[in-house]
């Protein structure tokens, strides 16, 4: 009888020297979520009894991003005897003692693999009751990869790392991409025969393919149909190589759900963004985080909307968002800069040169023009004049500043929180507004206007401006005269 029960190993202790960075490399992000990410969620997918994370190299940082995301994966420590044989050994100790099923073997940086081609990999090893089954890929460039021996019937013979590969060996094209199915009880039993004896003086998990074959025992690879899928990030050009294809297989399955993409080569999606039908995306744009998109949205060209909330047929032009929501038939931008807790509502509007923070603008609201508005409240059919400012900040506490429905502002304002403006109420152009202002009332700040008559003439003499002022004066003389 077979047996279906299976467990997860996934590699993620290396230093990832090659990546030069104080990140981890598992924890490197492309499509918003971390490589790691991309393989918990890949093996999430096919119903393993253990899920375990192997961990050593900055493992904190690690466990954090796990705990915090994957909390149902087992963290694993390695101990300090480097190599992938040493990483499957420690988790396979790690497993119950009567765990007698197959062990799925996945690396951290092996991030485009797909859950079908897992399945089916532990479906063919199962089907030909192996002891290990290997992904391969036949790569037109197999630099960096392990390279897969076969033996003059064809039949997989060992694996051999490209570091210690002979010149043919390292012309073989089929290599190993790091994800493999085990029995359990030939893991347990070849592991504990690895030795350091190689370029890397590292136990090699690839070696237990040649010791199974050294021992009769059946070893088979299967060919992986989409070579892209298993390529390993090394370093940062792999890491931007992985980034796009992930890209490139977001975008067509959102084009095939009805969203129009005019260049997809400049529009970035991330894994968690969901994106409805007749959703227009122009180029250069980034919906990232867990934006949602509601059908007949128009987003972009150049615009990022970090963890957003876009309601049906807005319009977000040249803009900047992040954790902010909008409702239907907005527009924004262009050059918007919407911060976190925004809440712009239907059919309002935040246009050219706005920042807003922390601020519910509420149904037909408009902040048109060159204005910052943070902690406040707008109620609905306002219009903020021109250059509207929210002094929120006192230095010490930020105040919120609270405008009713149908307000309409004098163009540049300064709202000095906190204060409130009631329904109804105006302003004048350039009202420093420091008290509450009533409903209905109209407020005026800025002292009554006088003209000091003939100062250009008397103080600038001699200037284009004096002969101007001159000119019209004797003109309006003449007039007077008729
Ligand atoms: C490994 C394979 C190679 C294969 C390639 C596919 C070995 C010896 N080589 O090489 O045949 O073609 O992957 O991408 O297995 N790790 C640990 N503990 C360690 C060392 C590594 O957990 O002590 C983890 C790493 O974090 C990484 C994975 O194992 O996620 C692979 O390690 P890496 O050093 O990248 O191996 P490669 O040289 O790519
Ligand atoms: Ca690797």
Not at 5 to 11: D, E, K, S
Not at 53 to 72: G, M, T
Not at 195 to 222: H, K, M, P, S, W
Not at 227 to 233: E, K, P
Request: glycine share 10%; aromatic share 4%; proline share 4%.
């Amino acid at each position: 009888m077979t047996e279906n029960r299976l467990a997860i190993v996934v590699l993620a202790a290396g230093q990832g020297t090659r990546m030069k960075s104080r990140l981890p490399k598992v924890l490197h992000p492309i499509a918003g979520r971390p490589l790691v990410g991309h393989v918990l969620t890949t093996a999430s997918h096919l119903g393993a009894e253990h899920v375990e994370v192997v961990v050593r190299h900055e493992r904190d940082r690690v466990v954090e991003v796990l705990s915090e995301q994957y909390p149902d994966a087992v963290i694993v420590d390695q101990d300090d005897i480097p190599g992938t044989g040493r990483a499957v050994q420690v988790a396979i100790d790690a497993l119950p003692d009567d765990f007698t099923g197959d062990v799925l073997v996945l690396s951290g940086d092996v991030p485009l693999l797909e859950a079908g081609t897992l399945q089916a990999l532990v479906d063919a090893h199962r089907a030909a009751a192996a002891s290990a089954t290997v992904l391969s890929a036949l790569l037109d460039d197999p630099t960096g990869y392990g390279r897969v021996i076969r033996d003059d019937s064809g039949t997989v013979a060992r694996i051999v790392e490209q570091k210690d590969a002979t010149a043919d060996e390292a012309a073989v094209t089929e290599i190993n991409s790091g994800v493999y199915v085990f029995r359990a009880a030939s893991l347990r039993t070849f592991l504990t025969k690895l030795d350091q004896n190689n370029a890397q003086g590292e136990l090699y998990l690839t070696d237990v393919i040649g010791l199974l074959r050294g021992a009769q025992e059946t070893v088979a690879a299967e060919i992986a149909a989409d070579t892209a899928a298993t390529f390993g990030v090394n370093d940062r050009v792999q890491l931007a190589e992985a980034g796009r294809v992930l890209n490139d297989r977001i975008v067509r399955r959102w084009q095939r759900e009805g969203v129009t993409i005019v260049d997809p080569s400049t529009t970035w999606i991330d894994d968690d963004a969901k994106l409805a039908p007749d959703v227009t995306l122009l180029p250069n744009t980034y919906i990232a985080g867990a934006t949602v998109v509601e059908s007949g949205a128009m987003i972009g060209p150049d615009t990022s909307l970090l963890d957003c909330e876009v309601g049906e047929d807005a319009v977000i032009r040249r803009s900047d968002a992040t954790l902010a929501v909008f409702g239907a038939g907005v527009t924004v931008g262009p050059f918007a800069y919407v911060r976190p807790g925004t809440v712009l509502g239907a059919k309002g509007k935040i246009g050219t040169f706005v920042e807003t923070k922390n601020s519910q603008i509420g149904a037909g609201s408009k902040v048109p023009h060159l204005s910052y508005i943070g902690d406040t409240t707008i109620g609905e059919r306002v219009n903020l004049g021109a250059g509207a400012i929210t002094a929120n900040y006192d230095d010490i506490v930020k105040h919120r500043t609270e405008i009713g429905d149908e307000v309409h502002t004098g163009s540049h304002n300064v709202f000095v929180a906190p204060v409130r403006i009631g329904d109804g109420a105006k302003t004048g152009a350039g009202a420093v507004v420091r008290k509450d202002v009533p409903a209905g009332a109209l407020a005026l700040s800025v002292a009554p206007q006088r003209n000091v008559e003939g100062w250009v003439e008397k103080n600038r003499a001699g200037t284009g401006a004096a002969e101007a002022a001159v000119r019209a004066s004797k003109a309006a003389n003449s007039e007077a005269a008729e």
